[in-house]
């Protein structure tokens, strides 16, 4: 039985979002700490042992499933989230669910590289970075719309509602794999050249340049909602829908940004830096007026999703021949700046208030700035679409 392509990457966007709902448990970070009854800095560690695992996991995970057949690596990895996240609903213990967070965290870039390859190789050759951005879209929708959604449930009804609906997304993803896709066989590769291409300057200073991204960008994200209370003064349902909107037009950012990286990559890579620059220092000084404030976190959300695109393209240009082992990276990549920019950002919070974030992202992205202006002028990577 032969499938359309597209119907089978939509089916990895359902997928890819599935797999990223345990990432809006941040949203019930109360609901957490009074249901296994520990602090919130221990919710903390909960929350971001997921992020760590996978940014670790990321590195070697995706070279492992490579060789094995695509569609029982889908479903291996999915019957692994939905068995835990199952399991999840009744486990009161904290260290068992942790166990039980860590585990799905592990193969989780299996996944997600599997997908990315695949996707691309199933792509007509016009379309292939139109592919790759539906899948990044999963990304999107399910981390950052996701919030949202898991905030409503777990505040109205609890943590294992929560849970349930995190198993139930899990578990239709895994029911649509079984069920439509077909046989697809892994690759057997040699990767000792691609290793050792890791140690050359036209890897590693783009991966520097591509990683110092997320990092600046989840200082500001990540206390974004403690800003917009204490500066702006948006509280309750506002801010709720406040973010929403973000996470809208963030999958919208997601979406465009893979078309402007087809027609000018070069120019969208370096100027992308400059504009976050701009907004964030724009929000420094304007965040005590609503209404401005309102628009530049919008812009802020549409910057946030195309940064998933510039991040992959980068890191896929970088080691053309080993796909999955360039999209493990991309995972480890995104999932690490995440964890260390919230890491800074809460130290910056902590030592020198509130304000303090805007002066510690704009550090790194005018680092990535230098290093990726740096690398398209020597051209120490093929870009695909220059």
């Known amino acids: 039985m032969k499938i359309n392509p597209k119907i089978l990457v939509y089916i990895l966007v359902i997928s890819t979002l599935a ?9 019930i970070v109360k609901e957490i700490s009074l249901y296994f009854n520990i602090s919130i800095a221990t919710v903390g560690l909960f929350i971001s042992s997921f992020t760590f695992t996978i940014a670790i996991c990321g590195l070697f995970i995706p070279v492992f499933f490579s060789k094995y057949e695509r569609k029982k690596t889908f479903i291996f990895i999915l019957s692994v989230f939905s068995v835990c996240n199952f399991i999840s609903i009744f486990v009161h213990n904290f260290y068992f669910a942790l166990a039980l967070r860590v585990i799905p965290a592990i193969i989780y870039p299996g ?29 999107s929708i399910g981390s950052i719309l996701g919030l949202p959604i898991t905030t409503f449930i777990g505040t109205t009804v609890g943590y294992q509602a929560t849970i349930l609906w995190i198993f139930a997304i899990n578990f239709l993803s895994l029911i649509l794999v079984a069920i439509f896709f077909p046989t697809l066989k892994g690759k ?73 990286l087809i027609k000018k990559d070069k120019l969208t890579l370096i100027g992308f830096q400059l504009v976050c620059i701009i907004m964030i220092s724009a929000l420094y000084f304007l965040g005590s007026i609503t209404i401005l404030a309102v628009i530049l976190v919008l812009i802020l959300g549409v910057l946030d999703g195309m940064g998933y695109n510039f991040i992959q393209y980068v890191e896929a240009c970088s080691l053309p021949d080993t796909p999955e082992l360039a999209n493990g990276i991309f995972v480890s990549i995104l999932n690490g700046g995440i964890a260390i920019g919230s890491a800074i950002g809460g130290f910056l919070v902590n030592g020198f208030g509130i304000m303090s974030i805007f002066i510690g992202a704009i550090i790194p992205l005018a680092g990535a700035f230098i290093v990726l202006y740096y690398i398209i002028d020597k051209n120490l990577i093929k870009l695909k679409y220059s």
Request: hydrophobic residues 45%; charged residues 10%; contains cysteine.
């Open 111 to 139: 996944f997600l590289a599997t997908a990315l390859t695949f996707t691309e190789e199933i792509a007509p050759s016009d379309k292939s970075q139109d592919y790759i951005t539906l899948i990044l879209l999963g990304i």
């Open 19 to 27: 797999i990223n709902t345990p990432l809006s448990l941040v949203g």
């Open 188 to 260: 057997e590769k040699k990767y000792e050249a691609s290793l050792s291409s890791l140690k050359s300057k036209n890897f590693l200073l783009p991966t520097l340049g591509i990683i110092l991204m997320p990092i600046g960008f989840c200082i500001v994200y990540s206390y974004l909602s403690y800003y917009l209370q204490a500066v702006t003064h948006i509280y309750t349902y506002k801010l709720s829908a406040l973010l929403f909107i973000y996470g809208l037009v963030s999958v919208f950012g997601t979406w465009i940004g893979g078309k402007i």
